[in-house]
């Protein structure tokens, strides 16, 4: 195996992107010897809301949720988060 080469020092970050853009790191980094680590300590950026929703509405999510064998909760994120996606698109 050769040798690896030496990552440069950088004046800026957008330097750096130009570098990375135009080398391969596999030159650099010898990803055989890396590890796995977890960040345990880090906080997901999620944020409670409170939302008043027709009774039917969420029994209708409910069941959807179901069909698709997941959370409810995690099926009104996924939906909004398409239908936002959808949205920004458009616009």
Known sequence: MRAKKVIPKFKSENDERRFW??????DFVDYSKGERILFSDLKPSLKTVSI????SLIESLKTLAHKNDIPYQSFVKMVLSERVK???QIG
């Open 52 to 55: 008043r929703l027709p009774s």
């Open 86 to 88: 959808e949205e920004l």
């Open 21 to 26: 853009a135009e080398h391969d790191s596999t």
